[in-house]
């Protein structure tokens, strides 16, 4: 079954902002830590941020500051809230629960879902 949908992404300018969402199964979201990942074309996927289920955070470098992540259990969805945009944020971002340990050390817990395109002009 389909754990994780991610919605939310667009085409905005540089220093604009964007919302997305991931609507998680309830037996990946409960109890898990739930991160969001972005993978720019020609790169690995990177973590940049993350949200245990005690609501604790970690954020990339890249983005601290700029972006912020929450949850909502009774929903079980994951939020980003990015703001101030740049060109260098583009990319396909996903969602899905992990066990973290740092941001470049962690293990998926879920599938992957479809991902949304982020797309950021100059």
């Known amino acids: 079954q389909v754990q994780l949908v991610e919605s939310g992404g667009g085409l905005v300018q540089a220093g604009g902002s964007l919302r997305l969402s991931c609507a998680a199964s309830g037996r990946i979201f409960n109890g898990n830590s739930m991160g969001w990942f972005r993978q720019a074309p020609g790169k690995q996927r990177e973590l940049v941020a993350r949200i245990s289920s005690g609501a604790t955070t970690n954020y990339a470098d890249s983005v601290k500051g700029r972006f912020t992540i929450s949850r909502d259990g009774a929903k079980n969805t994951v939020y980003l809230q990015m703001t101030s945009l740049k060109p260098e944020d583009t990319a396909v971002y996903y969602c899905?629960?992990?066990?973290?340990?740092?941001?470049?050390?962690?293990?998926?817990?879920?599938?992957w879902g479809q991902g949304t395109q982020v797309t950021v002009s100059s």
């Open positions: 899905n629960a992990l066990t973290f340990y740092t941001l470049s050390i962690y293990d998926i817990r879920g599938s």
